[in-house]
T-cell receptor, first 112, second 111 residues
Framework: SQTIHQWPATLVQPVGSPLSLECTVE??????LYWYRQAAGRGLQLLFY??????ISSEVPQNLSASRPQDRQFILSSKKLLLSDSSFYLC???????????FGSGTRLTVV | SQQGEEDPQALSIQEGENATMNCSYK?????LQWYRQNSGRGLVHLIL?????REKHSGRLRVTLDTSKKSSSLLITASRAADTASYFC???????????FGQGTTLQVKP
């Protein structure tokens, strides 16, 4: 069966520090991968999505970047965090657009 | 940009009652999906309804889709305290493979 792993669960980082959040999927190949951000009490904002290795589409210009170095690995990064980057970050995968997404458990990022 | 908008934003009911949440969207879709999120957790996929379907059931869940009105509803029958969560509708943006989520409905079921 397919599983998705996202870590860490919580992270407190100082302003100006780098960020690396990792997401891996098991039990499937060539998944569509997604990074979302969710402000408190709000809906999800799509940040990046990838349909294959090295193929990244950015939805929102910002202080973040994404990479897909391996088929089932998706990384969210920042060179210098801002206070406004504090949020709940969610990784997800799907087989195609015609199937539901499976989400990771999320990372609560607090920038101080 | 927001594609799906849920209504109401918050809903509080007693255990055993039915809960109805609505979702409206703006552009044509291939499918519409409903998700559930417990506080501080990831989202869980509940049900997917395709644009050529009008109604779908899964256990105590019933989803309807009216493409002429660009709207969908999620009905949870015989609610339980464990149904307390936020519920989101999501629509695909054409053939891009991306899901656009609404702001969600927060459901509280009182025991």
């Amino acid at each position: 069966s397919q599983t998705i792993h996202q870590w860490p669960a919580t992270l407190v980082q100082p302003v100006g520090s780098p960020l690396s959040l990792e997401c891996t999927v098991e039990g499937t190949s060539n998944p569509n991968l997604y990074w979302y951000r969710q402000a408190a009490g709000r809906g999800l904002q799509l940040l990046f999505y990838s349909v294959g290795i090295g193929q990244i589409s950015s939805e929102v210009p910002q202080n973040l970047s994404a990479s897909r170095p391996q088929d089932r690995q998706f990384i969210l990064s920042s060179k210098k965090l801002l206070l406004s980057d504090s949020s709940f970050y969610l990784c997800a995968w799907s087989e195609t657009q015609f199937y539901g997404y499976t989400f990771g458990s999320g990372t609560r990022l607090t920038v101080v | 940009s927001q594609q799906g908008e849920e209504d109401p934003q918050a809903l509080s009911i007693q255990e055993g009652e039915n809960a109805t949440m609505n979702c409206s969207y703006k552009t044509s879709i291939n499918n519409l999906q409903w998700y559930r999120q417990n506080s501080g957790r990831g989202l869980v996929h509940l049900i997917l309804i395709r644009s050529n379907e009008r109604e779908k059931h899964s256990g105590r869940l019933r989803v309807t889709l009216d493409t002429s009105k660009k709207s969908s509803s999620l009905l949870i029958t015989a609610s339980r305290a464990a149904d307390t969560a936020s519920y989101f509708c999501a629509t695909d943006a054409g053939n891009t493979g991306k899901l656009i989520f609404g702001q969600g409905t927060t459901l509280q079921v009182k025991p």
